[in-house]
């Protein structure tokens, strides 16, 4: 059974970077048929798509949030990888790992609360 | 892109049926054939229930079923059971491999 697992830092300074990494066991990351993404939920609030990366690299950002991510991929690891910079308390968050399947996400990391303060 | 419009709540009996709407726009909802919705329950991790519109993930109940007409796709859960209270969020494909979320619609078993 897929399994993916979010991990990183639960607190980050405002103006600061936020890192998190997705690691993917009981499949294949490197499977031509998906992709791999971001997708958060600020406390009380709907969901909101980040980015989703291919194990080949090629990337694709949410247009409002593209400035301060980057989303990367380690094939060797089976972890992908989420950076997002110039972070604000409207980036605090629970943060999840999820699998593309085509245009839905079919399996989901059980995600990580992150929160951006001083 | 803005998130995709579902009213905030919605609610039944038991066995009653219940459906949620989603609204978008030619360039999300009513340009593709992907739109799926999700079901959170709370402090949990989204579930898909309908994917490419109409399609159900194996194990999910034919309780549950999705259609789209123009910018509007809707979910329907017939036969409401008490689990079936939760949160619900549509998702559609926006171009170019972006995607864009609805509001969410919270769902009460009376």
């Known amino acids: 059974q897929l399994q993916l697992q979010e991990s990183g830092p639960g607190l980050v300074k405002p103006s600061e970077t936020l890192s998190l990494t997705c690691t993917v066991s009981?499949?294949?990351?490197?499977?031509?048929?998906?992709?791999w993404g971001w997708i958060r939920q600020p406390p009380e609030k709907g969901l909101e798509w980040i980015g989703s990366?291919?194990?080949?690299?090629?990337?694709y950002y949410n247009p409002s949030l593209k400035s301060r991510v980057t989303i990367s991929v380690d094939t060797s690891k089976s972890q992908f990888s989420l950076k997002l910079s110039s972070v604000t308390a409207a980036d605090t968050a629970v943060y999840y790992c999820?699998?593309?399947?085509?245009?839905?996400?079919?399996?989901w990391g059980q995600g990580t609360l992150v929160t951006v303060s001083s | 892109q803005s998130a995709l419009t579902q009213p905030p709540s919605a609610s039944g009996s038991p066995g009653q049926s219940v459906t949620i709407s989603c609204t978008g726009t030619?360039?999300?909802?009513?340009?593709?054939?992907?739109v799926s919705w999700y079901q959170q329950h709370p402090g949990k991790a989204p579930k898909v229930m309908i994917y490419?519109?109409?399609k159900r993930p194996s194990g999910v109940p034919d309780r549950f079923s999705g259609s789209k007409s123009g910018n509007t796709a809707s979910l329907t859960v017939s036969g409401l059971q008490a689990e079936d209270e939760a949160d619900y969020y549509c998702?559609?494909?926006?171009?170019?491999?972006?995607?864009?979320f609805g509001t969410g619609t919270k769902v009460t078993v009376l």
């Open positions: 030619s360039s999300d909802v009513g340009g593709y054939k992907y």
């Open positions: 999820a699998r593309q399947d085509g245009f839905d996400w079919s399996y």
């Open positions: 009981g499949g294949s990351i490197s499977s031509t048929a998906y992709y």
């Open positions: 490419e519109v109409s």
């Open positions: 990366i291919y194990y080949s690299g090629s990337t």
């Open positions: 998702s559609s494909h926006a171009g170019s491999n972006n995607f864009v």
